[in-house]
């Protein structure tokens, strides 16, 4: 199947910093890029929708200030996790997916802690 | 959006074939039914999917009922590997076409 890479896969912040994390598709033009986030134990929630060019759709209840997402390019998306606060720290996930086929694929995650 | 039902946990026999179950009663003519599995710690892995004929690759089988309102992926000789939490999953076929994913069903493989 097709490689979604995403980096870090684990990063530590200080309270009150920023962080970016990288999606990125490998061998395919990602026209739609989604990010997740999950919680220990439980399910993935979906946070927003990006596709290339545009402005990403939030889900409800999520901050676009504080996390911006950007999805300037069909290969890499940028999610960042703006002023950081320890009730961020969570398991962060991108899948991508193009026109050309039907399955979403995921990145390896990204393991955020915030100190 | 149609939403699935799964038990939230299973166990099977290594060697065993592994049948994991979903309800997905408010699915549309026009939704799709995909499987994900996601092993500790990792991103969630495509297995399969399927509109309403059974469908088979190189991972698993996925029976769907002739009425749709239910489905079964079948691991046919589950290994330790296969440990894992399974989503099944409606597909919503809107613009954004995003992946909502439920519970899941925690599968034990044990010796």
């Known amino acids: ?115 | 959006d149609a939403k699935t039902t799964q038990p939230p946990s299973m166990d099977c026999a290594e060697g065993r074939a592994a049948n994991l179950p979903c309800n997905h009663s408010t699915i549309s003519g026009n939704e799709y039914v995909y499987w994900y599995r996601q092993i500790h710690s990792q991103g969630p892995q495509y297995i399969i999917h399927g509109l309403k004929n059974n469908e088979t690759n190189e991972m698993a089988s996925l029976i769907i009922t002739e009425d749709r309102k239910s489905s079964t992926l079948i691991l046919p000789h589950a290994t330790l590997r296969d440990t894992a939490v399974y989503y099944c999953i409606v597909r919503v076929l809107y613009n954004t076409d995003k992946l909502i994913f439920g519970t899941g069903t925690r599968l034990q493989v044990f010796p």
């Open chain 1, 1 to 115: 199947g097709a490689v979604v890479s995403q980096h870090p896969s684990r990063v530590i912040c200080k309270s009150g910093t920023s962080v970016k994390i990288e999606c990125r598709s490998l061998d395919f033009q990602a026209t739609t890029m989604f990010w997740y986030r999950q919680f220990p134990k439980k399910s993935l929630m979906l946070m927003a929708t990006s596709n290339e060019g545009s402005k990403a759709t939030y889900e409800q209840g999520v901050e676009k200030d504080k996390f911006l997402i950007n999805h300037a390019s069909l290969t890499l998306s940028t999610l960042t996790v703006t002023s950081a606060h320890p009730e961020d720290s969570s398991f962060y996930i991108c899948s991508a997916r193009s026109n050309a086929n039907t399955e979403a694929f995921f990145g390896q995650g990204t393991r955020l802690t915030v100190v």
